[in-house]
């Protein structure tokens, strides 16, 4: 079976051990009712309050594997959700890689040629190479364009805590902080490989408005992933005072633990040895010492750099010239 999940660090492949095939407790939700949607864009639907207000845009899908983001949106559609101002919009973005989701080989379907979350440049999106996660990137440009805030939904491999990716702005921490929830913010600029849609154009212009957030709801798979997802959904439009608290009570489990900040310093690339870390990391480990061992590129032992270090989404099957980890640095 190929092992080709690349999702957290570019390249990277965390590995799949065929002894474990994966446990997929998540049920893939028909979506094809969402299909012709009103906004002549395929699977992307405006709900508009006809008051006065931003603009949101919650978005799944953008990796065809990562049920969690589909799963809430179609809750959200089933809870009759409008916006109370502004308009909303809800999108699922690689329908196509989603539609050969195959929970025997879940892995597969996170992208049919290319990662759609590493297309977010004009240079590429306004180029002419062609491929089907352009295709339709091309066609969402103007919706994601046309968003004062974006809710980007993921999830991933290891079994590693919910967290934000807030970028590196200001705004961006300040949404995640407004959320309250996932408890792990980590900022970051993204991946040399290709930008994100989080990255991509204002959203993360050091003197824009516009914010874009990417929340990881936790492992591809998992029940409790959808339900990070759907709340994250919540939390994310009662940040901007656009729904009724009374709806979304319900569906708020957990108040957030204090929010934890990290800011990702740099990336650990695997040389041609072999990788090996010196724990199971599943990823948000704090390592508190510096010089504390990560891990070992052949015989070269890679250590913290500084006191209270994160590991961000290790790879679990480093390989050469690929992101190893992303290192943070935890806010005291
Ligand atoms: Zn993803």
């Given at each position: ?268 690339t695997a040389g041609e040895a072999e990788f090996r870390f010196a724990a199971p990391f599943v990823g948000m ?48």
């Amino acid at each position: 079976m190929p092992l080709i999940d690349t999702h957290s660090s570019p390249g990277a492949d965390p590995g799949l051990d065929p002894a474990l095939p994966p446990v997929v407790e998540l049920t893939p939700p028909d979506i094809a009712p969402y299909r012709r949607g009103n906004t002549g864009v395929d699977y992307v639907t405006t709900l508009d309050s006809g008051r006065d207000g931003p603009h949101l845009l919650i978005n799944a899908l953008v990796h065809g594997n990562e049920l969690s983001g589909a799963i809430a949106i179609d809750g959200l559609f089933r809870m009759g959700l409008r916006p109370s101002r502004g308009r909303l919009t809800l999108a699922f973005a690689n329908t196509a890689a989603y539609a050969t989701f195959d929970p025997a080989h879940p892995y597969l379907s996170r992208c049919l040629d290319e990662d759609f979350n590493r297309v977010w440049s004009p240079a590429l999106l306004d180029g002419r190479r062609d491929s089907v996660e352009l295709r339709r990137a091309r066609e969402l440009r103007p919706v994601y364009e046309s968003a004062d805030a974006i809710l980007d939904l993921h999830s991933m491999s290891n079994d590693t805590a919910p967290l934000i990716l807030c970028g590196r702005t200001a705004r961006g921490r300040d949404l995640a902080v407004r959320m309250g929830h996932p408890a792990w913010i980590v900022a970051d600029e993204g991946h040399a490989s290709g930008r994100r849609l989080i990255d991509y154009g204002g959203f993360a212009a050091p003197g824009g408005v516009r914010t874009a957030l990417l929340v990881e709801c936790g492992q591809h798979w998992r029940k409790e992933t959808a339900a990070v997802a759907l709340e994250s959904c919540l939390r994310f439009l009662l940040a901007f005072d656009a729904i009724d608290p009374a709806l979304a009570a319900p569906h708020l489990r957990r108040r957030a633990d204090r929010q934890r900040f990290v800011e990702v310093t740099e990336a650990v690339t695997a040389g041609e040895a072999e990788f090996r870390f010196a724990a199971p990391f599943v990823g948000m480990e704090v390592l508190e010492r510096a010089g504390t061992p990560i891990g070992w590129d052949g015989d070269r032992p890679v250590l913290t750099p500084y006191d209270g270090c994160v590991l961000i989404m290790p790879a679990r099957r480093p390989r050469a010239g690929q992101t190893a980890v992303r290192l943070g640095r935890l806010e005291p």
